[in-house]
DNA sequence: TTTGGCCCGTAATCTCACAC
DNA sequence: GTGTGAGATTACGGGCCAAA
């Protein structure tokens, strides 16, 4: 899942925290003021010690106003010509994983930073279009291929239909939209990619630049903005757990 | 300014008893 | 034997505070 230019080791979230610090010229106490993190933790995580969770990480990149996939990739070298061969080979064991009462997701070649295509793995659990809420929309194009169980998908144009596995749908991102677990069906897995022609497409869909941009239909952590972020079982990017010292 | 010890809260996991 | 719920245990994030 490297990069092929890429042949160092993959950078720790706190080897990325202490660079984006440094490039900045921020001390670590300038940096808790501006994240609203405590020096404290913020020290322990650049060193490893600590990693944070899905809610801080959101909370970093919201107040830095910096990008959630910056916190996923290295810097770009200086003068760096722009990357006309970049590649990712997405394994899950690597994937950022993000778990809800509702949903799981792995989001897959997250190194890549301002790609336009955003590949993610879902466990559906939602089984109600109330449960889900309001249909989403936002700008670009969308597909899902269901992998596993049966999901309904409900748009905003077309009546609800039933996806069986191995079916797949392609669908404007910016008609109201809805994915849900089959009546039947406890869960299903899909495979889906969100595109668009922005760039910060992952921030998008994260919901980093306002309420006028809503958040994908696929299980994005921004859809269940409202869970209780203690509720959400998070892994940071590094997808692991340290040891105590 | 930065680090690390310590403590607290919470979620995940484990163990066990109980019902079917 | 299997499933389930309660309670105990474990692991870790987060924050305070003192020391380097």
């Avoid at 979230?13 to 913020?42: D, F, H």
């Avoid at 109600?128 to 049966?150: N, T, W």
Wanted: glycine letters at 6%; a neutral charge.
């Amino acid at each position: 899942m490297v990069d092929a230019r890429r042949t160092k080791k993959q950078p720790t979230l706190g080897q990325l925290l202490k660079g984006l610090r440094a490039r900045n010229g921020w001390t670590l106490k300038e940096m808790s003021e501006r994240s609203g993190i405590p020096v404290s933790t913020l020290s322990k995580v650049e060193n490893d010690r600590l990693t944070l969770t899905y809610d801080k990480l959101l909370q970093l990149s919201q107040r830095l106003r910096i990008r959630m996939s910056e916190l996923f990739a290295e810097p770009d070298e200086a003068g760096e010509a722009p990357v006309t061969a970049r590649r990712s080979i997405g394994q899950l064991e690597h994937a950022v994983r993000v778990t809800t009462p509702n949903y799981d997701y792995h989001y897959l070649c997250t190194e890549l930073r301002r790609k336009r295509m955003i590949p993610v793995i879902t466990k559906i659990r939602a089984k109600s279009i109330d449960e889900f809420g309001e249909l989403v929309r936002h700008s670009g194009e969308e597909y899902v291929y269901v992998l596993a169980g049966e999901i309904e998908v409900h748009t905003e144009f077309y009546d609800p239909v039933l996806l069986d596995e191995g079916q797949s749908i392609y669908i404007d991102s910016n008609m109201g939209h809805a994915y849900l677990a089959a009546p039947g069906c406890d869960e299903a897995i899909t495979i889906g990619v969100c595109s668009s022609a922005e760039e910060d497409l992952m921030s998008s869909l994260l919901g980093l630049h306002g309420s006028d941009q809503a958040s994908s239909a696929l299980p994005t952590p921004a859809n269940e903005a409202n869970a209780p972020a203690k509720a959400l079982k998070r892994r940071s990017p590094e997808g692991s757990r340290r040891e105590r010292a």
